[in-house]
């Protein structure tokens, strides 16, 4: 059992930063992608970054690019969003997903995965 647990979030001020972690149960090798997502109130959930497991190819919705950065530490079993020039429109519920079928351009588009975690929440005030 595939199990991903977030961490990191927290309220912050406009132009701050947070570092979200996603611990990983199992080892990250092979095929897919590991990424993350957010959803706003009342908003549907959004792809931001994804990294493939093979390579380490990242890619970023538009509205966070030069701002975050996704990284992985295969040893450690932990995949890490670092937030930077944070927003209030950056305030979410950020989601660690994984998906070994998934390429990492595709599941920036959203949709099924395989595994998800259940969330941290990040709140950005102005």
């Known amino acids: 059992q595939v199990q991903l647990v977030e961490s990191g979030g927290g309220s912050v001020q406009t132009g701050g930063s947070l570092r979200l972690s996603c611990a990983v149960s199992?080892?990250?090798?092979?095929?897919?992608?590991m990424g993350w997502f957010r959803q706003a109130p009342g908003k549907e959930r959004e792809g931001v970054a994804t990294?493939?497991?093979?390579?380490?190819?990242?890619y970023y919705a538009e509205s966070v690019k030069g701002r975050f950065t996704i990284s992985r530490d295969n040893a450690k079993k932990t995949l890490y969003l670092e937030m930077n020039s944070l927003k209030p429109e950056d305030t979410a519920m950020y989601y660690c997903?994984?998906?070994?079928?998934?390429?990492?351009?595709?599941?920036?588009?959203?949709?099924?995965?395989?595994?998800w975690g259940k969330g941290t929440l990040v709140t950005i005030s102005s």
């Open positions: 997903a994984l998906d070994r079928f998934k390429t990492a351009i595709q599941a920036l588009r959203g949709g099924h995965m395989e595994y």
């Open positions: 199992v080892s990250i090798y092979g095929g897919g992608f």
């Open positions: 990294i493939s497991i093979t390579g380490g190819n990242t």
